[in-house]
């Protein structure tokens, strides 16, 4: 299982129902007050269909308005007609209020809880697991799959709310005229049945999407990534013809799911109608006496109708929708299986990080790490030099605990450093990345990146022992400066100097630097020079480096090559 698959199908009803309900989860008490609050909403309506019709008939015929069922009715004038039927519109104007408030709730909650639950599992899934997904995934589950499980629910619930409705203004109806009722409802199950056949065919056609969701999103984000390779090897034109024939497949597949949704509520509909008026005429023609009070019953049917138009699309959307909430819920549990464990030993201080026979693979049976056996003391500033490929990085992850050995083991003292929390391992150890990411916000708050309890004084410190101050400086509002994607840029060497500052803020006892000089100016050289000159000694280095001129500083240099490490004598790297 590499990543969320777009669902390329309509689910079934149960599934449906299944899926809403893990949704709404704690919100069901909500759901069944909307539908109690429904049912009472569909009792007043019916009344209000009958005044109406009463009214109708009193005015047609100059008499008073009759109300109340058959034989048991009282009369009164049009004016007080009037004036009930206006105090029953009050009434039904206060139910919908609560109903749609509750209805809206529902589903937005809903979301509130997808979302944290997905960003959650996500975030705290393994950096191992994380590396099988394609790039995207979170965006596309938390924007496109969060919005269509919450449509999915609201619809469901509207579905819900809309056959109490119709249960409701039905059983007016079957009061009113138990026949002509009755016969509407054989009418509906006809055209159900009448209809299946071809219901079921537009239905598998729909659910045809050859390409992907999934795949166009995959696709736009490394466009996106890739845009200035797009513009630099003028390949624009092949990437949006690309682009154009993935979204048009996806487009083709939702266009014959929207003509389905659109055309079978109406042949229902109309067909019951003809079924209706067929009863009608058959008993008009028969003299059988079942045709008194059909003007209020007409208003109640066409009503009723309108009911189940209005259900048929909601479960139409609801199915449509909710394979996404499946999906999600496969996807997350995924993720959640595979979470990275917190640990449960705090761990303050450390004087020794040892490798025992250490073996890492990023596919079973394909070790990059073999058998790696090391130690770093506290103060130590260690060089890991190799070539490209040969389990660098790999191995700085394992030391900064963000991947776990497949076997071997790696302690801290006498911890393994798994059972250091994850918390307490991240406050004593930090990073500066190859490639190291702005956020969208001031300086400060790149440096601080998340992180709380920094004054600014300490964030200045940072910067200044990443030697980056005076250029903050000169920013028109220095530390307040807005930088990051959308605002204002770093050159490479900043940039890389703000990375430093941020691994330098929480004063980390140990430091991994994954080639911290190997994109930068001799300017900017120097400055990262400077700064591990005046870290030396007193702050752990993890220095992965393939400048002599870097390396010449450590008092320790490994070599990986082809995932094994063998220490190797300073002198022979210095230039
Ligand atoms: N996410 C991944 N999935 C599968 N294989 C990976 C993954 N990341 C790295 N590798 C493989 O693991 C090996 C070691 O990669 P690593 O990034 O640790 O090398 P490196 O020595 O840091 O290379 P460089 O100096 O180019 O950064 C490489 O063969 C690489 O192809």
Redesign the pocket.
């Known amino acids: 299982m590499t990543a969320a698959k777009r669902p390329a199908r309509v689910a079934a009803a149960p599934e449906v129902i299944r899926n809403g309900l893990m949704v709404i989860g704690p919100d069901r008490p909500r759901l069944i007050a909307s539908a109690l609050l429904a049912l009472l909403v569909g009792i007043v309506e019916t009344g209000i269909l009958y005044i109406i019709a009463a009214i109708a008939i009193a005015m047609s015929g100059g008499g008073a308005v009759r109300l109340g069922p058959a034989g048991m009715g009282f009369e009164v004038s049009i004016a007080t007609a009037c004036h009930i039927g206006l105090a029953v519109v009050v009434v039904l104007l206060a139910l919908s209020f609560p109903l749609a408030k509750l209805l809206a709730s529902l589903s937005s909650r809903a979301m509130v809880r997808l979302r944290g639950r997905m960003l959650r599992a996500y975030l705290s899934a393994s950096l ?1 697991y994380r ?2 997904h394609r790039e995207g995934l979170l965006q596309q589950l938390i924007g496109e799959y969060a919005m269509r499980a919450e449509n999915s629910v609201q619809q469901l619930a509207l579905a819900l709310v809309t056959i109490c409705m119709f249960a409701a203004v039905l059983a007016g109806a079957i009061i009113s005229s138990p026949v002509i009722a009755l016969g509407m409802v054989g009418g509906l199950a006809l055209c159900g049945a009448l209809l299946f056949p071809i219901i079921r065919r537009m239905r598998q056609d729909a659910t045809k999407p050859i390409l992907t969701n999934r795949e166009v999103v995959g696709r736009v984000a490394q466009a996106t990534r890739t845009s200035q390779e797009i513009s630099a090897f003028h390949v624009a034109r092949p990437v949006i013809d690309m682009l154009a024939r993935d979204i048009a497949i996806a487009a083709e597949a939702m266009r014959k799911l929207r003509f389905e949704g659109r055309l079978v509520p109406s042949l229902f509909q109309y067909g019951a109608i003809g079924i209706v008026l067929l009863l009608v005429l058959v008993l008009s023609g028969s003299g059988t006496g079942h045709l008194e009070g059909l003007a209020p019953l007409a208003l109640l049917l066409v009503r009723a109708l309108t009911y189940v138009r209005q259900l048929q699309r909601a479960m139409h959307v609801a199915r449509e929708m909710a394979p996404y909430i499946t999906s999600i819920e496969e996807e997350v549990s995924a993720l959640e299986e595979n979470a990275w464990p917190e640990g449960d030993r705090e761990i303050a201080d450390f004087r020794e990080l040892r490798f025992d026979h250490v073996d890492y693979a ?2 079973p049976g ?1 070790r ?2 073999k058998d790696v056996s090391f130690a770093i003391r506290q103060g130590e500033m260690v060089g890991i030099v ?12 394992l030391i900064l605990r963000l991947r776990s050995a497949a076997s071997g083991t790696i302690a801290v003292d006498d911890v393994p450093l798994e059972r250091a929390t994850a918390e307490s391992w991240a406050r004593l150890s930090a990073f500066v990345p ?1 490639d190291s990411h702005l956020i969208y916000g001031t300086v400060y708050q790149n440096i601080r990146f998340f992180r709380d309890g920094y004054d600014d004084e300490t964030v200045i410190a940072a910067a200044k022992g990443a030697h980056l101050h005076d250029e903050i400086m000169r920013l028109p509002e220095g530390y307040d400066t807005l930088i990051g994607p959308g605002a204002r840029g770093l050159s490479g060497g900043q940039r890389q100097r703000l990375a430093i500052a941020r691994a330098l803020l929480a004063r980390p006892k140990l430091i991994v630097m ?2 911290p000089t190997s994109a930068l100016d001799r300017n900017s050289e120097l400055m990262v020079g400077q700064t591990l000159e005046e870290l030396k000694g007193h702050t752990t280095i993890v220095l ?1 480096a ?1 400048r002599p001129a870097t390396l010449g500083i450590c008092d320790r240099i490994f070599r ?1 090559e082809h ?1 094994v490490l063998t220490e190797t004598p300073v002198s022979q790297h210095v230039a």
């Open positions: 191992h590396d099988t990023y596919k394909e990059v790490l190799g070539p490209s490929g040969s389990g660098k990085s790999t191995l700085s992850g190859q994954d080639e992965i393939h990986v995932g």
